[in-house]
């Protein structure tokens, strides 16, 4: 199985392990690797040191929040130069986190001031600085993942994903509270090329989820679902225990299980990985 959604510490939240706990414990459930995702740094070389560490496939990128000054061109070139394989588009500090009153790093530290970030049609005006990051991700062969964007700014971002050339698009979260995307808004850019995913997060800690509601985004994905844990959070069982419970549960509710481990195995590794 391989994980393309993790968190660990050193963070600025509090996590169940830091790197080398989480890696550690991947390797002993047999995984193959997994993805370093941190809302607010580079987890480029943090991922190369566990790599190294444990022998798994460990990938890292960059969320472009407000540490890094949003849609930000040259922290996207200096990520993928060095080995990054992947650019989430705004997470913590998109526009939708801040309507939906989600957790953010200037509630914990206000003199940092209130930035949040947005991407056309909501913000037109980033749409020079959107088309060089893609740009470099074509370069790179890297994946974009659309992050806590809404609906309407993940559709812009596929289509022009696609003008770039790129083939390795994935849906953060589409069904989580952001950017609470329908099932036929889902089947449509899967339909278009991009990936899907399905957190174990999301049913473990989305107000209103249920095992039903994520059954029906998986069957809209088709091949093109993606399943991870985003575990990491203190409260969320060890993340390759969630990434399991996520795969049975789906399959309780009717998903065929070969689809399900594809989606928690190989259709993640050969999307992240060069």
């Not at 050193?10 to 995984?31: E, F, K, Q, S």
């Not at 993928?80 to 790093?105: F, S």
């Not at 107000?207 to 039903?212: D, L």
Request: glycine share 10%; hydrophobic share 40%; aromatic share 4%.
């Amino acid at each position: 199985m391989f994980d393309c959604h993790v968190h660990g510490a050193p963070d600025v939240l509090d996590r169940i392990g830091d790197d080398t706990d989480i890696a550690l414990a991947y390797a002993a459930a047999g995984y193959d690797g997994f993805v370093l995702k941190g809302h607010y740094e580079s987890t480029v070389g943090r991922a190369h040191a566990v790599a190294k560490l444990t022998g798994l496939d460990v990938y890292g990128g960059i969320a472009l929040n407000q540490h890094c000054g949003g849609v930000n061109p040259s922290a996207v070139a200096a990520t993928l130069g060095a080995g990054g394989r992947v650019v989430w588009m705004p997470t913590a500090d998109a526009h939708t986190q801040h309507t939906a009153d989600l957790p953010r790093l200037c509630v914990h530290e206000p003199r940092i001031g209130d930035h949040t970030y947005a991407i056309p049609p909501v913000d037109p005006s980033v749409e020079p600085a959107v088309d060089t990051v893609l740009e470099l991700i074509a370069e790179h062969d890297a994946v974009v993942a659309t992050g806590h964007l809404s609906g309407d700014e993940c559709r812009w971002l596929t289509e022009r994903a696609a003008r770039h050339e790129i083939s390795r698009l994935l849906l953060t979260h589409p069904s989580y509270t952001v950017p609470a995307m329908s099932t036929a808004e889902i089947a449509e850019l899967a339909a278009l090329g991009a990936h899907v995913e399905i957190t174990c997060y999301q049913l473990l800690h989305q107000p209103g989820c249920t095992p039903g509601m994520l059954a029906e985004v998986a069957r809209a994905a088709g091949r093109r679902l993606v399943l991870s844990s985003d575990a990491g959070q203190p409260d969320s069982p060890q993340p390759p225990e969630a990434l399991q419970l996520l795969v049975d549960t789906l399959t309780a509710e009717g998903v065929d299980r070969g689809l399900l481990l594809a989606a928690a195995g190989e259709i993640p590794h050969t999307l992240f990985a060069p």
